[in-house]
């Protein structure tokens, strides 16, 4: 989901970039299917997490932690616009939506609603918002240098780059569900989505509904291409 989520960021910016009329309808509904991509891997990564208890998400907390991966995805299509990047606008613009993601992810732990709360080691939590700026600075880097492109060599760069930021993606949330540390009687309070409904089956159907959205995203973006 990471992946197509991230290679769906670099097609998008390209469509940005050389459709400047169609930008604030493509920011808006490319912000919202990124967002939904990296919000989704989040989710799903977080069902895959195993506990000796009962464990569930307060809804409002986990639409929070989706319209913050909705806002990060739209602020970083529109710093993908920009004609030129210089080195410290890909600094500034990196450490926002690492930030933003980041604080995606933890807002969706944070939904678990533990008590006692969750802690977490802080070299792995600093390690974990780190992971997120750097991914995000590679992301936009590469998208800046690929957004003209359009012949079949630029396709399998997009692919490539869009591999390692949707690797990226996932080692940031993984290396903080690594930093979390559950007090032995801990207890979730939450009684929300995932309460009573199977996780894979959750899973599944969050992934699916995922894909399918950027499948159609991506097949909007190549028909206007040609249009």
């Known amino acids: ?24 309808l493509w920011l808006f509904g490319g ?14 990564g977080m069902l895959a997490f195993r506990l000796p208890i009962p464990v569930a998400y307060d809804p409002p907390l986990m639409v929070l932690s989706l319209v913050i991966a909705i806002v990060v995805s739209a602020f970083a299509l529109f710093a993908m616009q920009r004609p030129v990047l210089r080195s410290r606008g890909l600094w500034r613009s990196a450490a926002l939506v690492g930030f933003g993601i980041s604080t995606m992810h933890y807002t969706g732990m944070l939904a678990m609603a533990m008590q006692p709360p969750i802690q977490y080691h802080p070299g792995l939590f600093i390690l974990s918002v780190v992971i997120a700026i750097a991914a995000s600075s590679v992301a936009l880097w590469m998208a800046f240098k690929l957004r003209r492109e359009h012949a079949g060599t630029a396709v399998l760069a997009r692919l490539g780059s869009a591999s390692v930021m949707g690797l990226a ?59």
Do not use: E
Not at 6 to 18: E, F, G, M, N
């Open 169 to 227: 993606i996932s080692g940031m949330h993984y290396t903080g569900m690594w930093a979390a540390h559950f007090a032995p009687d801990s207890v979730c309070l939450a009684s929300g989505l995932a309460n009573s409904i199977d996780d894979a089956l959750l899973a599944g159907a969050v992934g699916t509904g995922t894909l399918l959205l950027l499948g159609v995203t991506l097949g909007l973006s190549a028909y206007n291409a040609n249009v």
């Open 31 to 44: 912000a919202a299917a990124l967002g939904l991509g990296i919000w989704s891997m989040h989710f799903i």
């Open 1 to 24: 989901v990471s992946i197509v989520a991230s290679y769906t960021a670099r097609d998008l910016a390209s469509h940005i970039y050389s459709r400047r009329h169609a930008s604030a």
